[in-house]
């Protein structure tokens, strides 16, 4: 029979994962308490929070958020870092976070419901964020509008050159 603990702590779970649309699964074998805290203090400077669960709590909770993916991560020693609604910049800080951790081990992530590898959560890290990736592409969109602007406006240019010219050369005929 589930306790009100247990129940407390799945209703939590999946709330967190039903207001997440990303989460990243790690293994945190060899990790002091001390510096799991430390962990939880730097992410959630950051808006991320970083759980250590029963993994059949956690199989509960994603099922009841409707994130199974997860499921199949959820084996061994388990935490669950989840929040930011930006990808990239999850993955990024959380890895920052537990770079001074050699034995953080990162076993994969859901992104937007679909399930990631753990080298998938790494080359996200090294995504630019997401303002920087509208920003190219609005510059690279821009760019070719600007250059047919510049060929456009280019013969009126030369003509307005060419009769400067043509004005410059009858002024100076006519004062010799």
């Known amino acids: 029979m589930p306790t009100d603990a247990k129940r407390a702590t799945v ?37 991320i929070h970083y759980h250590v669960v029963k993994n059949r709590l956690a199989k509960i909770a994603a099922d009841e958020a409707g994130v199974t993916e997860l499921s199949g991560l959820l084996e061994g020693p388990t935490a669950i870092a989840v929040g930011i609604d930006d ?14 951790y050699k034995v953080v081990v990162v076993r994969g992530g859901v992104i937007r419901g679909r399930r990631i590898e753990a080298s998938d959560v790494t080359r996200l890290a090294e995504l630019p964020s997401r303002e920087v990736l509208l920003a190219q ?5 821009a760019s070719p509008l600007s250059t047919m602007a510049g060929l456009l406006v280019a013969p009126i240019r030369n003509l307005g050159g ?7 050369q009858k002024s100076g005929s006519a004062g010799a």
């Open 11 to 47: 209703a939590e779970l999946t709330t967190l994962l039903q207001a997440s649309p990303s989460s990243i699964v790690t293994d945190y074998r060899g990790l002091k308490v001390s510096e799991i805290g430390a962990v939880r203090r730097s992410l959630r400077e950051k808006g």
């Open 137 to 141: 592409l609005a510059g690279a969109i």
């Open 162 to 168: 060419g009769l400067a010219q043509l004005a410059d």
């Open 87 to 100: 990808e990239s910049q999850l993955a990024k800080a959380f890895l920052d976070a537990v770079r001074p």
